[in-house]
C-alpha cells in the first residue's frame, strides 16, 4: 500500500468525521429549537394583556398608562415574574406582581399570571392585594401560588406601616386566576369559646351581655372581637376587645388583647363604637 494512498485516506475519514459532527450539531440544534418552540420559550409577560378590575389593561415593556394628567392610570410590573408550571401542562408560566397608581396617593397592588399557551402569552385576571401593602415575594408549590405579602389591621389608617403577614393561595382553573379555598375556617362558636377562656362571661355586677364573633381578614388571619354590653360604667356603655387568633397542630389560641373600642353612656360622648374614650 503506498504512502499516497493512505494519506489520501485519511483526508477522506477526517472528511466525512468533520460532516458528521456536523450534521449531528444541526440536528441538536434543530431539536432544542423545536423544544422550546413547543415549551414557549419567547412568551413575554412583561408585553401581555391582563384583566385589572374588568379591564384589559396591554402592558408595553412591562408597563402601560390610560387617560391625561391629571386622571392619568399607570400599571407596571413589579419586580421580576417567576417562572413554574401553572396548569400542569410540563411548560413554565410566569407570575407577577402589578402595581396601578391613578394619581392620588394609593398604590394598589395585584397578582396576575402569564400562561404559555401553544407558545404565546395569556395574560390571566389579577387579584387584589390591597392599597399600599408591602409585598414581598411569590413561590409556586404543585401549581399553587403562594404570595407572601404584609398589610394592616382592618381598622389602621394608609399613615400606619403594614404589620400583619399575610399568605394569599391563588390557583389557574380554565385560564382563570382563583383564590384557593380556606382549609382552616374559624367559626362563631370557636370564637366565643376562645373569648371566654381569655375573659370571661358577664357577671352581674359588671356588664349584661356578653358576644362575640369571628371576623375573618382573610390569607389566613382571623379576630375574635368580644363584645361587653350594658357596663356598670357611668362613663361606657359597651366596649369590643379585638385578639388575633391562630392555628397551630389542631387547635385554635388566642394572642394578646390588640385594641378596645367604647360605646358611651348617653350624654357621655360617641354612641357609636370608637377608640376614642368616653367623657
Not at 390569607?219 to 350594658?230: C, Q
Request: charged residues 20%; glycine residues 8%.
Amino acid at each position: 500500500m503506498s504512502k499516497t494512498f493512505i494519506v489520501l485516506l485519511v483526508v477522506i475519514i477526517l472528511v466525512m468525521g468533520g460532516y458528521g459532527v456536523y450534521y449531528f450539531t444541526l440536528l441538536s440544534q434543530g431539536s432544542a429549537l423545536n423544544n422550546q418552540t413547543q415549551q414557549g420559550a419567547w412568551t413575554d409577560p412583561l408585553n401581555a394583556t391582563y384583566i385589572i378590575e374588568g379591564k384589559h389593561v396591554t402592558l408595553a415593556n412591562g408597563q402601560a398608562e390610560e387617560g391625561t394628567i391629571p386622571n392619568q392610570q399607570e400599571t407596571k410590573v413589579f419586580g421580576d415574574p417567576i417562572k413554574g408550571d401553572l396548569n400542569a401542562d410540563g411548560v413554565e408560566d410566569d407570575v407577577l406582581f402589578l402595581t396601578q397608581n391613578g394619581g392620588g396617593s394609593g398604590t394598589f397592588y395585584y397578582v396576575a399570571a402569564a400562561l404559555n399557551i401553544n407558545g404565546q402569552t395569556i395574560g390571566t385576571n389579577a387579584i387584589s392585594l390591597g392599597d399600599r401593602v408591602t409585598v414581598q415575594d411569590i413561590r409556586i408549590e404543585n401549581e399553587v401560588i403562594l404570595v407572601n405579602y404584609i398589610d394592616r389591621h382592618p381598622w389602621e389608617s394608609f399613615a400606619e406601616q403594614p404589620s400583619v403577614n399575610k399568605t394569599k393561595r391563588l390557583i389557574v382553573e380554565n385560564e382563570t386566576l382563583k383564590e384557593k379555598p380556606q382549609e382552616v375556617i374559624l367559626s362563631a362558636t370557636t370564637a366565643e369559646s376562645l373569648a371566654l377562656q381569655k375573659w370571661g362571661d358577664c357577671t352581674k355586677n359588671d356588664c349584661s351581655k356578653f358576644s362575640a364573633e369571628a371576623i375573618d381578614a382573610k390569607d389566613g388571619i382571623w379576630y375574635v372581637a368580644a363584645t361587653y354590653d350594658g357596663l356598670r360604667d357611668d362613663s361606657i356603655k359597651a366596649e369590643t376587645r379585638y385578639v388575633m387568633a391562630s392555628y397551630q397542630d389542631g387547635s385554635w389560641s388566642l394572642g394578646p388583647e390588640l385594641i378596645k373600642t367604647y360605646q358611651c353612656q348617653p350624654g357621655r360622648g360617641h354612641d357609636t363604637f370608637s377608640r376614642e374614650p368616653c367623657l
